[in-house]
DNA sequence: ATATAATCCAAGTAATTACTCGGAAAACTC
DNA sequence: GAGTTTTCCGAGTAATTACTTGGATTATAT
């Protein structure tokens, strides 16, 4: 594995602003190309500086990509821990709801880049941001069927919050990276939070 | 996008064996590094065949992992066509563990380059073989819900038997590439195939 | 046996890649 | 304003890539 920390923050206003521009272009190149196509050359060119700018910052292209996924992700984070705080005080049910629908939408925005990030570039679902986001994604299954246990509880507490979470953070993606209609995105929304719930639980959230 | 067809079949037994060894080659490769590191001469060098000899076959790289893929996906088809036959005998719960364990089976023994294949590679889940394979899938869950409607149903069918799919798909792939023991292995695929159930049904496969 | 087709291949090519060099220009420090 | 540090950069390099060429070798057909 390479080294992924940018070799040196910009101290003066000029280079940050070629820091982030560094940064944005790959964003935009990956908005509209493979993994495949993002090269170090293009990235600088895009963002307007000189190839050895980029060098000057980033030991090599995948430290680029690391900064790219650590912003994401903190934009992902600060939205699903304010959600996390909001849902406290809701019933199960509402909860998951919310969670859910918080977590596809700090998605949606740039599902182009996420997807060729997740799912196509190698190291980037070991980075420590996408890890830790999901691991988030795991208490929040276990403590849905802590609050609202069912008729029946589940035999393997651990593997099963696992085993939930993982179906839950796959398809939070699927549901976010697909092209349909904002209406019908909030209604597979729903329904997944509602498979969610029952996958928990062991009944529909909406019965007796 | 390439052409992903072999450019022409072998028709001697001696050519036959060097299409054979490149696609297995590039299993071999993928079985111990990423989709990155597979290059073509690298392949036929595995292979043990000239270069020339690959592309003699072959239009490109892609083609190469097209067959390779394709190969695979007909022994999981195989497998699932056979787990399907045998399910439509039994009750919807034992049904859904027996697909669930068949479907996790098939894939276990090649974990290593299914997760390159599905993971990393761009096309490669958009191969009409993986595509069908999926959509087998969204019929068993729909099959499911009919066999065993739940107290409550659910309020779109096809949407709800789509996610279902989708994360009893991923869930398959986790549990099949975790490096783990088969027992704890069919362990989770049993939670699995319950959490799954618990899904389509709306309770628990061991409730009154 | 001869002609035809199938199979093989090592050396080579053109393109692309990540990354370096050597130094100029601009911004801070005092 | 002299000196120091930061920032910038385009030309260049060494390595690697997918793929071609031109022909030799082997099998098949008649």
Do not use: C
Not at 20 to 30: E, G, N, P, Q, S
């Amino acid at each position: 594995m390479p080294d992924l920390k940018p070799k040196k923050r910009p101290k003066q206003a000029r280079s940050r602003a070629s820091f982030d521009a560094i940064v944005d272009a790959a964003a935009r190149l990956l908005r509209e190309r493979d993994y495949e196509a993002l090269t170090t050359n293009r990235i600088a060119e895009q963002a307007g500086v000189g190839i050895a700018t980029l060098y000057e910052f980033f030991p090599n292209k995948e430290a680029v990509v690391a900064e790219l996924v650590a912003r994401l992700m903190t934009r992902v984070e600060t939205n699903m821990e304010q959600a996390f705080s909001e849902a406290s005080g809701m019933e199960p049910w509402p909860a998951v709801a919310h969670m859910t629908r918080r977590a596809v939408g700090s998605l949606v925005d740039e599902r182009d880049v996420f997807r060729v990030l997740l799912r196509q570039v190698p190291f980037v679902p070991m980075l420590p941001a996408v890890v830790e986001t999901r691991a988030a994604l795991a208490a929040l299954s276990q403590r849905v069927r802590i609050h609202a246990a069912g008729a029946l509880d589940l035999p393997m507490p651990e593997e099963d919050a696992w085993l939930i979470s993982e179906m839950l953070y796959n398809a939070i993606l699927e549901v976010a990276f697909l092209d349909v209609s904002e209406r019908k995105r909030a209604e597979l929304t729903k329904e997944l939070a509602r498979l969610t719930y029952r996958m928990a639980v062991g009944r529909d959230p909406e019965a007796g």
